[in-house]
């Protein structure tokens, strides 16, 4: 199935660093969001995007919405043990068959304090 | 106000077997949406439900089929189960269709 590109694949960092992670793709969507996971949960809404070029901020965490419409980032600022888990972004493609969200693979970050 | 809830949280069948899944949307929320998560993947879209009527279909065969019912709850059902069904499977409600879905917690299948 398809897939966006999701960099990077893992994380290692230390406790209060900063944290950056980006979403790919070649298809153009209207609607960016970005996903928390804890293992055996579903994933949690953290940012919704609905326009190009868009940047918004939840607490630490700031993404923004490509201008190409074609990508996004996630930025995590000053790191906490409970940031661990697999962040995944995903794009909104809305037409008649429906809507569907497209992810990508995931994130996989590890905190250590 | 009650998020998306899913039973069972774990089962367990074998190759051949059926299955049926289920969702409650939170509340006031109108669509149902299906994903299959495998494990170290992204969720797989397999379908929207949209006021009882499929509204949106991903690249899963026929043996995957769903419901929604008037209280805007789903099924997800699978038939000739395979052991490449081994998942979570996920399911997401919105408000309509093309607002941001909320997901809940998952059932884990695994098919032996």
Redesign the interface.
């Known amino acids: 199935?398809q897939?966006?590109n999701?960099s990077p694949q893992s994380m290692f960092i230390q406790e209060g660093e900063d944290v950056s992670m980006n979403c790919t793709s070649s298809s153009i969507f209207n609607?960016w969001?970005w996903?928390k996971q804890d293992p055996?949960?579903?994933?949690?809404?953290l940012i919704?995007l609905y326009k190009a070029g868009e940047l918004t901020s939840n607490g630490r965490l700031t993404a923004q919405f490509g201008i190409t419409r074609k990508d996004s980032f996630l930025n995590i600022s000053a790191s906490i043990p409970s940031d661990v888990g697999i962040y995944?972004c995903?794009g909104?493609l809305?037409?008649q068959?429906?809507?569907?969200?497209?992810?990508?693979?995931?994130t996989t970050l590890s905190v250590s304090s | 106000e009650t998020g998306v809830t899913q039973s069972p949280t774990h089962l367990i069948k074998t190759r051949g077997q059926q299955v049926t899944l289920r969702c409650s949307s939170q509340s006031g929320h109108n669509t149902v949406s299906w994903y299959q998560q495998a494990l170290g993947q992204g969720p797989q879209f397999i379908f929207q439900y949209y006021r009882e009527e499929e509204n949106g279909r991903g690249n899963f065969p026929p043996r995957f089929s769903g419901l929604q019912f008037p209280n805007y709850s789903s099924e997800l059902n699978v038939n000739a189960l395979e052991l490449d069904d081994s998942a979570l499977y996920l399911c997401a409600s919105s408000l309509i269709a093309v607002e941001t879905q909320y997901f809940g917690p998952g059932t884990r299948l695994l098919v032996l």
């Open positions: 199935g897939q966006l999701q609607t969001l996903y055996g949960e579903g994933p949690v809404l919704a995944f995903a909104q809305s037409n068959a429906g809507t569907a969200l497209i992810f990508g693979k995931g």
